[in-house]
């Protein structure tokens, strides 16, 4: 992940103060700057947070779909994994993404949020 690219797309959407929530999305598909992700789904029986199935299919589809977007609040995420420690990201996009509402979510993994109709701000990944 470009760090550094992360850090001044981030410093730029808090000083310009027009969302109030600001995530890191890791994902396979390719967005474009102003799409929104749709709702998240959940699989709260898995051991491991990565493990999901493909987006798109049936399997994935079946799950329980939340009401926003999963991400990784920004801060938390600079805070953990800007030391490069995120190989386990190598085969996906990572979006920084905002919106002025967020999600509600039961169970959450650590440093997780929802967001609802969130935009793409920004790819650093």
Not at 12 to 34: C, H, L, S, V
Not at 92 to 97: A, E, F, N, S
């Amino acid at each position: 992940m470009n760090t550094k690219l992360a850090q001044e797309l981030l410093k730029k959407i808090k000083a310009d103060g027009e969302y109030e929530y600001i995530g890191f999305r890791f994902d396979e598909r390719n967005m474009e700057i102003g799409e929104c992700f749709g709702n998240s789904k959940h699989n709260p029986d898995r051991e491991d947070e990565r493990d999901f199935p493909e987006w798109g299919t049936a399997e994935y589809e079946n799950m329980i779909e939340l009401d926003g977007t999963s991400c990784y609040d920004a801060e938390y995420f600079m805070e953990v994994y800007a030391d490069g420690e995120m190989n386990f990201f190598e085969d996906m996009k990572c979006y920084l993404i905002a919106s002025n509402e967020a999600g509600c979510h039961d169970d959450p993994d650590e440093g997780e949020m929802l967001l609802k109709n969130p935009i793409v701000l920004g790819r650093v990944l």
